[in-house]
Nanobody, 114 residues
Framework: VQLVESGGGLVRPGGSLRLSCAAS????????MGWYRQAPGKERELVAS???????SYVDSVKGRFTISRDNAKKTVYLQMNSLKPEDTAVYYC?????????WGQGTQVTVSA
């Protein structure tokens, strides 16, 4: 299984970024997908998730600002991040869960700074 994230970078507060995670060698359509983040000195936290059926959930701090979506044909999950805040700065990791096994991407850095 391989998960490759892209789309991170430096953005000013209030800006937007879209993260992508391309999956391979996994039954993507039947996998639950998620985005986690880890800021320096903090534990990794679940930011958003989407089930195989398309149901979504979000941590309270990003509700109304972030949107997770998936394209099963492209085996890709996205995280649209709007109204970014400095506290969103972290390494963002893609996660896939299939048959009770968790897989991780290498992470992509998101920095929100003026």
């Amino acid at each position: 299984v391989q998960l490759v994230e892209s789309g991170g970078g430096l953005v000013r507060p209030g800006g937007s970024l879209r993260l992508s995670c391309a999956a391979s060698r996994i039954n993507f359509s039947f996998s639950a997908m998620g985005w986690y983040r880890q800021a320096p000195g903090k534990e990794r936290e679940l930011v958003a998730s989407i089930t195989a059926a398309g149901s979504t959930s979000y941590v309270d701090s990003v509700k109304g600002r972030f949107t997770i979506s998936r394209d099963n044909a492209k085996k890709t999950v996205y995280l649209q991040m709007n109204s970014l805040k400095p506290e969103d700065t972290a390494v963002y990791y893609c996660n896939a869960n299939y048959t009770l096994v968790a897989y991780w991407g290498q992470g992509t850095q998101v920095t929100v700074s003026a």
